[in-house]
C-alpha cells in the first residue's frame, strides 16, 4: 500500500478489511474486491452517508453560488480524516 500512499495509516488497513473492500491473499499481497464502499450494515448505515453526503453537496453549491468564483469549494467528496496541515495540499 505504500507504492500508492506515503502516509497510510495502518488501521486503515483494518477498517477496509474489516468492511470488505480488499482482502488479504494467501502471499500477503492486499487484493482489492470493489472500487466503492456500500455499508451491508443496513439501510441506516446507507442514510446515514446519504445524510451526510447531500448536507456536504448543499453546502458546496450554496457556497459556490455566493462566493465560488473568489473562493471556490471542491465538489467532490473525500470521506477520509485528514489532518489539518493537510488541507492546503487538499484544496490545490
Excluded: W
Amino acid at each position: 500500500m505504500r507504492r500508492f500512499s506515503a502516509t497510510f495509516p495502518p488501521c486503515l488497513l483494518d477498517e477496509l478489511l474489516r468492511v470488505g473492500v480488499v482482502e488479504k491473499l494467501t502471499d500477503n499481497t492486499i487484493q482489492l474486491k470493489t472500487r466503492a464502499y456500500i455499508p451491508e450494515g443496513g439501510d441506516t448505515d446507507k442514510l446515514n452517508i446519504l445524510g451526510t453526503d447531500v448536507s456536504d453537496l448543499v453546502a458546496t453549491i450554496d457556497h459556490n453560488l455566493q462566493h465560488g468564483a473568489k473562493d471556490p469549494f471542491f465538489q467532490r467528496s473525500d470521506v477520509r480524516q485528514r489532518p489539518r496541515e493537510a488541507l492546503g495540499e487538499f484544496r490545490r
